[in-house]
């Protein structure tokens, strides 16, 4: 999860999660960044506004784990 998709920290972890067979998810602002370049799915929050892109990764986050548990 990157608002801009270009967080250095993330995008490294998803080349990580890549290089051990791990399938990603990104979830990121609308232009993606780099992060839509490299993850196998990614979610793009239609919006420039970081706080609005943070507000809605943390309920998207929300119903991943609400569902995964």
């Given at each position: 999860?990157?608002?801009?998709?270009?967080?250095?920290?993330?995008?490294?972890?998803?080349?990580?999660?890549?290089?051990?067979?791990?399938?990603?998810?990104?979830?990121?602002?609308?232009?993606?960044?780099r992060l839509k370049d490299?993850?196998?799915?990614?979610?793009?929050?239609?919006?420039?506004?970081?706080?609005?892109?943070?507000?809605?990764?943390?309920?998207?986050?929300?119903?991943?784990?609400?569902?995964?548990?």
């Open positions: 999860m990157t608002a801009s998709g270009n967080s250095l920290n993330v995008l490294n972890a998803v080349e990580k999660a890549k290089e051990i067979g791990a399938k990603t998810l990104g979830i990121t602002g609308e232009s993606g960044g490299i993850c196998h799915c990614i979610i793009r929050i239609p919006s420039g506004n970081p706080t609005f892109i943070e507000d809605i990764m943390a309920e998207i986050n929300s119903i991943l784990c609400k569902t995964i548990d």
